[in-house]
């Protein structure tokens, strides 16, 4: 299996500031189509995941442009631009690369 | 728009067999090429991958659960079915439906116990 792992768990941040959380994969997540299948989530308390962003840095349906995400092979970063308070949760990194299917730990974002 | 909702029954005794259902509506579980996935979460832990059926008619499964999982569609009635077997408490979790991850039912708490 992939194993995802992101950086910080943990990340407290003041309103406003910037946001950053690292995603680094066992393997490298570029199919054999060429595409990178690399999603970030963000799932509040009690609430589903929402899909922020797939294929690395394509931002879905909906989402704010203060979050953008990049990288490419094994690296990958989420950034949000200016937290706001609606950003709390815990975000996932998810690779759909390989079957298993895997997500990262998962990083809580709190504000300070 | 598409939505998802979650059913089953919330309380499934050891050894017996956990059924969900999803309910796709807002949108045909046939006429798309999106997949339909379960995915799953222990209280206060992360997620796990379960498997997913593509509209071209392909499943997939996580090994660390294949012996046990089927998934299975009904498109008459919109809907995709869950079944995990021979369960133990390390499968009480929310339980959720997606379309390609796009698209997440609310999720349905399934304990195993007696």
């Known amino acids: 299996d992939i194993v995802m792992t992101q950086t910080p768990l943990s990340s407290p941040v003041t309103l406003g500031q910037p946001a950053s959380i690292s995603c680094r994969s066992s393997q490298s997540l570029v199919h054999s189509d060429g595409n990178t299948y690399l999603s970030w989530l963000h799932q509040r308390p009690g609430q589903p995941p929402r899909l922020l962003i797939f294929?690395?840095?394509n931002r879905f349906s909906g989402v704010p442009d203060r979050f953008s995400g990049s990288g490419a092979g094994t690296d990958f970063t989420l950034k949000i631009s200016r937290v706001e308070a609606e950003d709390v949760g815990v975000y996932y990194c998810?690779?759909?690369?390989?079957?298993?299917?895997?997500f990262g730990q998962g990083t809580k974002l709190e504000i300070k | 728009q598409v939505q998802l909702q979650e059913s089953g029954p919330g309380l499934v005794e050891p050894s017996q067999t956990l059924s969900l259902t999803c309910t796709v509506s807002g949108g045909s579980i046939s006429s798309d090429t999106y997949y339909w996935s379960w995915i799953r979460q222990p209280a206060g832990k992360g997620l796990e991958w379960i498997g997913r059926f593509y509209t071209s008619g392909s499943t997939n499964y996580n090994p660390s659960l294949k012996s046990r999982v089927t998934i299975s569609v009904d498109t008459s009635k919109n809907q995709f079915s869950l079944k995990l077997s021979s369960v133990t408490a390390a499968d009480t979790a929310v339980y959720y439906c997606a379309r390609t991850y796009n698209t997440w039912g609310q999720g349905t708490l399934v304990t195993v116990s007696s």
């Open positions: 294929r690395i840095s």
């Open positions: 998810m690779q759909s690369t390989q079957f298993p299917y895997t």
